[in-house]
Each structure stands twice: as structure tokens, then as C-alpha cells.
């Protein structure tokens, strides 16, 4: 059920990350300039969660390989949302604003669109092993979770696998955080700012994806 679902998304997502690719590269072209060739980073980085759970349901991953799994792809998840806020190094005095707009436009939606649809499949095939109201509510936790991972990504600038390489001090920051949340408002703000977002266009997405009871 989750494949046949999916199928006509990963069109979706594969037509936009084109789209951002053939902007991206007209912008390369008429400028002269690699400025924006970080996007191409960004965005697989944005498409791991949804590698990450297309795995996990075409090999029906279980046991020990499926917490692994599923913890990989939690720490990769704030990655999608978090492309959005490239739209950071757009520059109004730039001769190309409105090439660059539209090209960090396609790649963040292709990207945000991984994320949410890597988090519907997620959602499908747990459902073999938890109750519907449980996934919701670990949604909700994943959705916000993933709104503080783009504020330690953008703003104090830890990747994901900082969690590996230096674990003291990204929980040091984290439990600053947690425990003096009204010297981070910031933090808190940009986590419900997205995790909010995250939530709405994962509800509307997911009513549509939806199959139709026959």
C-alpha cells in the first residue's frame, strides 16, 4: 500500500529537484559564479530521509536493522525542513534575485516535500507495529523535534552527524536550551515556527495521499 502511494510523489519530488538543478545551473552559467552550488549539497542531504525510509519499507526491515534504521533516518529528517531557510543568502542588490529566489524555491520544495512524504512512510509501515493515535502523537513529537534541529543546524550550526563526533557538546547545547528556555527564545520560536509548519503541510499532504476506501 505505502509503494503504491508513494510512486506518483517521488515523480513529484524528482520533477522538482530537476527543476532546482536546471535553474541552478542557468544561474552558474549567466553569472559566472558557484555561489548557490551548496543547494546541490543541501538537497541530499534533504533526500536521505526519504532514501532512508524507502528502504526500510521495500526490504521490510525489522528486528535490529529497523530501530537503526529509524534512528538514522530521525537524525537526518531535519534536513528537509531546513533547506527552506537557505532563502537566507538571497541578496536584493543581486543582478539575479529573482533566479536565485526561484531556484532555492524548487530546490527547498523538493526538499520539504522528501521530508514530509519520507515521514507519511514512516508513519504507513509503523502502523503493522503501533496504535494509530501512538504514531500521531510521535508525529507531532518528530514534526517539532525536527523545528529544533534546523535552529541547531542554521544557528549554532551542528549537522547530524555531530551526534557521532562530538555528542558532549551538541547535548550540552541542547539541554542549555531545555533548561533556560527564556535565554533562547529564539530557539523555541524557530522550533514551533517549523515544527507548526511542518505539522499543516504534513496534515494537508497526507489527506491527499490518503487511498480511497473502496
Same mark, same amino acid.
Given at each position: 500500500?505505502?509503494?503504491?502511494?508513494?510512486? #506518483?510523489?517521488?515523480?513529484?519530488?524528482?520533477?522538482?529537484?530537476?527543476?532546482?538543478?536546471?535553474?541552478?545551473l542557468i544561474r552558474v552559467k549567466q553569472s559566472q559564479s558557484v555561489?548557490?552550488?551548496?543547494?546541490?549539497?543541501?538537497?541530499?542531504?534533504?533526500?536521505? #530521509?526519504?532514501?532512508?525510509?524507502?528502504?526500510? +519499507?521495500?526490504?521490510?526491515?525489522?528486528?535490529?536493522?529497523? #530501530?537503526?534504521?529509524?534512528?538514522?533516518?530521525?537524525?537526518?529528517?531535519?534536513?528537509?525542513?531546513?533547506?527552506?531557510?537557505?532563502?537566507?543568502?538571497?541578496?536584493?542588490?543581486? +543582478?539575479?534575485?529573482?533566479?536565485?529566489?526561484?531556484?532555492?524555491?524548487?530546490?527547498?520544495?523538493?526538499?520539504?516535500?522528501?521530508?514530509?512524504?519520507?515521514?507519511?512512510?514512516?508513519?504507513?509501515?509503523?502502523?503493522?507495529?503501533?496504535?494509530?493515535?501512538?504514531?500521531?502523537?510521535?508525529?507531532?513529537?518528530?514534526?517539532?523535534?525536527?523545528?529544533?534541529?534546523?535552529?541547531?543546524?542554521?544557528?549554532?550550526?551542528?549537522?547530524?552527524?555531530?551526534?557521532?563526533?562530538?555528542?558532549?557538546?551538541?547535548?550540552?547545547?541542547?539541554?542549555?536550551?531545555?533548561?533556560?528556555?527564556?535565554?533562547?527564545?529564539?530557539?523555541?520560536?524557530?522550533?514551533v515556527g517549523f515544527g507548526g509548519l511542518f505539522i499543516f503541510c504534513?496534515?494537508?499532504?497526507?489527506?491527499?495521499?490518503?487511498?480511497?476506501?473502496?
Open positions: 500500500m505505502v509503494k503504491r502511494i508513494l510512486n #506518483p510523489i517521488h515523480l513529484v519530488i524528482g520533477a522538482t529537484g530537476a527543476i532546482a538543478f536546471l535553474l541552478l555561489f548557490l552550488l551548496f543547494l546541490i549539497w543541501n538537497l541530499f542531504l534533504a533526500y536521505v #530521509p526519504l532514501i532512508i525510509s524507502n528502504v526500510i +519499507t521495500y526490504f521490510k526491515l525489522k528486528k535490529f536493522s529497523l #530501530p537503526m534504521s529509524l534512528i538514522g533516518w530521525l537524525l537526518f529528517l531535519p534536513n528537509a525542513p531546513y533547506i527552506i531557510t537557505d532563502f537566507i543568502h538571497l541578496h536584493k542588490s543581486s +543582478t539575479f534575485f529573482w533566479l536565485d529566489a526561484f531556484s532555492i524555491g524548487f530546490f527547498a520544495l523538493s526538499g520539504f516535500l522528501a521530508g514530509i512524504f519520507s515521514l507519511i512512510q514512516i508513519q504507513y509501515y509503523l502502523q503493522a507495529y503501533l496504535s494509530k493515535r501512538f504514531i500521531n502523537i510521535i508525529t507531532w513529537i518528530i514534526s517539532f523535534a525536527s523545528g529544533f534541529g534546523i535552529y541547531l543546524g542554521r544557528f549554532l550550526r551542528w549537522n547530524s552527524w555531530d551526534i557521532l563526533q562530538h555528542p558532549l557538546a551538541l547535548i550540552k547545547d541542547i539541554l542549555r536550551i531545555i533548561i533556560q528556555p527564556h535565554t533562547h527564545q529564539l530557539a523555541w520560536g524557530v522550533t504534513y496534515v494537508l499532504l497526507y489527506n491527499s495521499v490518503q487511498p480511497k476506501k473502496e
